[in-house]
């Protein structure tokens, strides 16, 4: 038997995907409540943001000042509202190229996948949801940080799943950040793969990890 862990940002679905959905439900959820700022102004300023590489909730915050909302927007009302947002399946979702390969393995009897992700629960359940992944993902073989309490510096995930299936020949890890996500499954004997970066990955071109 052999095991594949995935992570999941960058790594089965682009993160931009999300954060593109994000600014266009926060943007609507603003605009819900101070109709005179455009939601196309608040989609425009930060999707530049995005595709420039600068942080969305700073282009935001300046287009607040320019309406002089920034005293009556709660930005950590905005950042949480975004967090939990649950993404528009219409821009967050599996490429077909990913859901053929994970069909693959599901459907192949001498392979077990999972999947090892860091983040808060409701934001990577909403994730997880929108992209159909509990189509693939057995719940008992899902690991997310906030829920275990324990991230990808520490070895704690890695070795739930080798106990779990303990008679595996193999275990294999794919990710898309060398230094977090391969440390401890390279130093427990797991094959590592490091995926081709999406579009807007925010780990771009970092060497292989040894």
């Known amino acids: 038997m052999i095991v594949v862990a995935f992570d999941l940002d960058d790594t089965l679905v682009p993160e931009a995907l999300f954060i593109k959905s994000g ?3 926060i943007a609507s959820f603003i605009n819900s409540r101070h109709p005179g ?3 196309l102004r608040i989609i425009g300023a930060m999707d530049t943001a995005l595709l420039n590489h600068n942080n969305h909730y700073s282009a935001l915050e300046s287009l607040l000042d320019e309406f002089h909302l920034s005293d009556t927007v709660d930005m950590r009302e905005i950042v949480a509202e975004f967090r939990s947002h649950v993404p528009d399946k219409t ?9 053929d390969m994970l069909n693959g393995l599901k459907n192949d009897n001498e392979i077990k996948i999972a999947l090892i992700t860091d983040g808060r629960s409701i934001t990577q359940r909403n994730k997880i949801q929108s992209a159909d992944l509990y189509n693939f993902f057995d719940n008992s073989d899902i690991l997310i940080s906030g829920e275990t309490g324990h991230d990808k510096n520490d070895p704690d995930n890695f070795l739930h799943v080798m106990k779990k299936y303990a008679g595996a020949d193999e275990f294999h890890y794919v990710g898309d950040n060398p ?4 440390l401890h499954p390279e130093r ?4 590592t793969h490091l995926v081709h970066p999406f579009p807007l990955a925010i ?6 990890y040894r």
């Open 23 to 25: 600014i266009r439900y």
């Open 37 to 39: 700022i455009p939601v």
């Open 91 to 99: 821009i967050y979702h599996l490429a077909p190229s990913i859901v």
């Open 179 to 182: 230094p977090k996500d391969f």
């Open 188 to 191: 427990l004997g797991w094959h």
């Open 203 to 208: 780990h771009q071109g970092i060497p292989r």
